[in-house]
């Protein structure tokens, strides 16, 4: 393909484009009073503790979502330090401007795209525009922006389309400036390859979407020397490694997934109807049917009982076949299929992840887009007039639903009751209006909603357990007593115990505080231990170490200060939680178990440090500061250890 002359600018275009800006940000405005939601809390908690440099480099270090621990997400949360945890609008405006220059880029990469495709005239800007909009106005990207915790999803996804965008900058310059040209492609595709990853780990599919533009849309496109050699090298190599490690962590999880109520082959049966769902909410949404709470979706256990089901699975592995087969004689259909599978490569196939996230449609709904937009600008002329005014209709439609969805979201309370109704079976949904009404001072709202939940869902444990303190907060002693039985009951069948070690916990402050005085300690005590008996494949260890800490609450409160340490020590076998640790050694100094707590501290605490140089400089401090605290109680003057404000201690 002869080389492509730099696009020209289109002013009217891009007025209309900005224009497109301007009225997304006023759509998504009335959403930004919205509130936190259940993965929020651990990665902005951390806010409250940056003090000084120190702490913050601390914050940024300590992030457990992701193997690489998303530093630069993190680091985007850093510049709301003032704004924990009383002004969640700043947090939701950065995300919101965060999706308006994402669609910028969309725009860009798509004009780019068409440029090099041999798309002259202003077509080019208008298709980019035309699927920028169609991007940016799906109500179901709501989510990826109106939920706070969101932006390291979006955060790599400016860093994949500014790579893409440099990456085929670098194309169209090859034949005039090889070795420039070289670099750019490179640069885009290795360079923001590692920015995108450390802002969410999915990143790594950047040179997986370049190499389904070069074989689709780019397909007939030659290249000086060995380039387009090299990039197919690259993007093969990229998806070689997804594909090997989605593999061994299918093999290595035998086909269960720990704390699921799935597995394997129930998610593979599952994820090909989720999909279908999702281009369902993209291109037809329903406005109460876009919300955070998914996680009662029902899985798929036998696909010969779902035949939609049974459809979708083979549906998808057809189309693929087919993009494949016919990529280059229908290189738009092609890219659009082959594109929005890549996307969902990760989050969607063999790893153990919850069913169903709206945000993981982010970045995978750009090939759709630019599909129907390409199609509709290319649509012969007799017709294309008609084509256009339908277009903009839709897109009129969208932002219609977009501006009743961030307006639902914007509303705390009217949203958590919309989502009650329409989630289907979802604790998480049933608990976030419960603590709402809570908030309020409404206990017999808050109660009455987890005895709806319960009956919707009898074997969902954590409501179940919900709803036992409720009813005891409540005085209801009858209700309560069921609750507890069914508690006990679920405690040994269960196949999902998630969200129970934090409601058990929530148990215990009640009774504590006064506030429940229907159930005791021993029945308490024995709902944990019968968690941790019958559990053993159902709790992941920060389960078991929650567990552990709630039995050790239990000890405290009876004076038992030997199983207290018990359960601080099998607390920290579970989870090498640093906080416990220094726990640990204040409770043998409490003791006078001066020799212990030294064999204590050389022996586990602080013989193997973080690999991480800013944790391993923060453990060194805290370690230090034990080994002070050690030798004061040695010599009679004992000392506070664990002091620092980077963890949380029992």
């Known amino acids: 393909m002869p080389y492509a002359a730099k696009p020209p600018f289109r002013p009217a275009a891009w007025a209309g484009f900005a224009l497109l800006l301007l009225g997304t940000y006023l759509l998504y405005r009335p959403g930004l009073g919205g509130a936190l939601y259940y993965d929020d809390i651990r990665p902005l908690s951390g806010l409250a503790n940056v003090v000084d440099l120190d702490s913050a480099l601390y914050y940024l270090s300590s992030e457990i979502s992701g193997p690489l621990g998303r530093p630069l997400a993190m680091l985007s949360f850093l ?27 969309v725009a860009l990469l798509a004009h780019r795209l068409l440029s090099l495709c041999g798309i002259k005239g202003s077509t080019p800007a208008w298709i980019a525009i035309g699927a920028s909009a169609l991007w940016m106005l799906m109500p179901l990207q709501v ?54 990853m450390l802002a969410k780990e999915n990143g790594i599919l950047l040179p997986v979407f370049a190499l389904v533009l070069q074989t689709t849309l780019l397909a007939d496109r030659t290249s000086p020397g060995r380039l387009r050699a090299l990039r197919t090298f690259a993007g093969g190599a990229a998806l070689a490694i997804i594909l090997a490690y989605l593999a061994y962590g299918a093999i290595r999880s035998g086909g269960v997934f720990w704390g699921r109520e799935f597995n394997l082959l129930e998610r593979l049966q599952t994820q090909p109807l989720i999909l279908l769902e999702y281009l369902r909410e993209a291109f037809a949404p329903r406005p109460y ?27 998808w592995p057809t189309l693929a076949a087919l993009a494949i087969r016919l990529r280059r004689s229908h290189p738009v259909a092609a890219f659009a299929v082959l594109w929005f599978l890549a996307a969902h490569l990760l989050e969607s196939s063999v790893v153990g992840l919850e069913l169903y996230f709206e945000h993981r449609n982010y970045l995978a709904l750009v090939g759709p887009c630019l599909a129907l937009a390409w199609a509709i600008g290319r649509t012969p002329a007799p017709y294309r007039r008609i084509a256009i005014t339908g277009f903009a209709a839709y897109l009129a439609t969208l932002a219609a639903i977009l501006l009743h969805v961030t307006s639902l979201w914007g509303d705390k309370l009217d949203a958590a009751e919309t989502w009650f109704v329409h989630a289907y079976k979802s604790p998480r949904a049933a608990e976030h209006l419960a603590l709402l009404y809570l908030e309020q ?48 009951d679920l405690a040994i069948e269960a196949r999902n115990v998630g969200g129970a070690a934090s409601a058990l916990n929530a148990m215990h402050n009640a009774i504590e505080e006064g506030k429940c005085t229907l159930v005791n300690y021993d029945q308490l005590e024995a709902l944990n231990r019968s968690l941790l008996r019958h559990q053993t494949l159902g709790l992941g260890a920060l ?21 207290a340490l018990d359960h601080l020590k099998k607390a920290w076998a579970a989870d090498r939680d ?12 409490e003791g006078n178990a001066i020799e212990d707590a030294e064999s204590f501290h050389r022996e586990e605490l602080c013989r193997d440090l973080p690999k991480h140089p800013v944790l391993a400089r923060t453990a060194r401090k805290q370690c230090d500061e034990s080994m002070q605290a050690i030798l ?10 664990g002091d620092a404000k980077t963890g949380s201690t029992p």
């Open 79 to 105: 510049l709301h330090v003032e704004d924990w945890p009383g002004s969640i609008e700043n947090i939701l405006l950065f995300n919101v401007l965060l999706h308006l220059a994402n669609g910028t880029l």
């Open 143 to 196: 989510s990826s922006s109106l939920i706070a915790v969101q932006r390291m999803a979006t955060l790599s996804a400016f860093f994949v389309l500014a790579g893409l965008l440099i990456h085929l900058q670098g194309i169209a310059i090859e034949d005039r400036r090889p070795a420039l040209g070289a670099a750019l492609q490179a640069f885009g595709l290795v360079g923001f390859a590692l920015l995108a």
């Open 289 to 315: 049917g876009l919300h955070p709470f998914h996680d009662g979706y029902p899985k798929i256990s036998s696909l010969s009982e779902h035949p939609l089901a049974l459809f979708a699975a083979i549906l």
């Open 441 to 488: 001072g409404r206990l017999d709202e808050a109660y009455q909603v987890m005895r709806i939940q319960v009956d919707d869902c009898p074997k969902c444990l954590a409501s179940v357990a919900q709803a036992a303190l409720l009813a005891c907060a409540a005085g209801d002693a009858q209700r309560t007593r069921d609750y507890i039985t069914r508690t006990e």
């Open 543 to 563: 389960s078991r170490k929650s567990i552990h800490i709630n039995l050790q609450r239990i000890a405290v409160a009876r004076g038992d200060t030997s199983s």
């Open 578 to 589: 640093r906080a416990l640790g220094h726990a640990i050694i204040r409770r043998l100094l």
């Open 632 to 641: 004061g109680a040695a010599s009679g003057h004992p000392q506070r250890t």
